[in-house]
């Protein structure tokens, strides 16, 4: 994409008066770094960066891109897995990483205040210091921010138990592209008043406003969990299995499903992940339980585990004895993006259907691969049916790939959807999963949501060129 903005030397210097010089760069080396994230190997650096420290400093920077019409695209963490920090059109990349104090912690209210570019895993390991938990835990959770997961609505392991950000997110302060200060909501567990800005604001992808303040709802922390990885010899049992579990009336913390190229992969190419698989066993399922009785857990599990083996699991169930074997599991299901990422080009999709029909879902997929001539490593968070099918590149030519590929992919986002899913449970639409949203919307549905973008955004300079 040719980047033709031109950033005036006014417009420097205004920036500059802004957020203080020290704040600004257009030296190549800054550029480049920010004008990449996780999704593939893209990059489209902006022509100028800043990273303003304060609410008022962003209001100021959008006003003046309101005003002389350059495009802002906020940048989290950069660990997206779709393109949307990418500074596809040029313009202003607008960094978040100093908004990254938790302001208050309200135990009175089960509640955090935070600024946007606090890292998740802090922000649980602070609210779990006052027995507190915050649920929502991206695979990324490390590194990723606050904001992005907002932006993203973002999910993770325990979504099926305790949901996904949106259900955390109780009100937001949000810069609007024309520089205004909104706030969204109210501090409060309910609100029926007017429209609801804040889920609004909640998985926009930084398309409408640019959150730098948010109130979220926290939990008692659960004292016990207790961790299983139970192997099959087939991947469909593996998946049929999942929604059998909810059966029994158990609802576990996590479910993760990991078929066997995905440990095979981690294992291979991240040193510190170990693992001995039986050679027939083809895909495993990670199963958490949670909860402040330790009695009620092994129950929970013993219910679970009599599921499982009526769906031919392996005799072998792994019981994570201690926190250091549970965190080795952890780590190997966590690291398998990266390890995919070091394997071959590839491209990853995050389908998500109803949990009964995984099975449909990922045999399905194997039929397009095999049509279609590719290999796929497919894992995620089976347990609310979102699927990671990451496509590998392998020998594919370079035509099978541009060409033939969006095919398959089309093909992959009609079985989705013809099985009551959608073509992204979390990662989110941004910049490359745009030409498929005519799967999942109508041309009626895609005008409304341009409409709203429209009413928030009439210049069209907030992150453009995503989501559409
Ligand atoms: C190894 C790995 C594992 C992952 N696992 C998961 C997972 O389990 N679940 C999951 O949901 N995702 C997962 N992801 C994807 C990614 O981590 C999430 O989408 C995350 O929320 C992105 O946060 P970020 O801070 O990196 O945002 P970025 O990638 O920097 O930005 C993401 C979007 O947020 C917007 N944005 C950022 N900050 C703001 C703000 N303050 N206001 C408005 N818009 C803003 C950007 O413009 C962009 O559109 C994973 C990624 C990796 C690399």
Redesign the pocket.
Known sequence: LIQNIKISNFVISSLQKIVGQQNVYTDEENLLEYGH??TESLSFPPNVLVKPENTSQVAQIMKLAFENIIPV?????????SG??LCVSGGIGLS?EK?NNILKIDEDNLQVVVE?GVITQELQDEVAKKGLYYAPD???KG???I??????N????RALKYGVTSDFVLNLEVVLPNGKIINTGANTLKNSTGYNLTQLIVGS???L????KATLKLLPLSKYNKLILVSFKSAIDACAAVSSIFKVGVIPSAIEFMDRLAVDFTIKYIDEAKLDLDDEVEALLLIEVDGNNPDILMNDLEKIIKVVENHNSSENILFAEDEAQKENLWFIR?RI??AVKINSIYKEEDTVVPRFELPSLLSGVKEIGKKYGFQSVCYG?AGDGNLHVNIIKGDLTDDQWNIELPKAIREIFQLTVNLGGTISG???I?WVQKEYMDIPFSDTEIELMKSIKKTFDPKNIL?PN?IF
Do not use: Q, W, Y
């Open positions: 994230d996780e695209t906020p940048i989290g963490a950069r660990t997206g897995l949307g920090s978040m908004f946007p991206p695979a990324s590194s990723c921010f904001g992005g997961n907002i932006a993203e973002s999910g993770g392991p992808e930084g398309t406003g640019i959150v730098t966590r993006g990266e968070h979390e990662h989110g941004g992150n995503k």
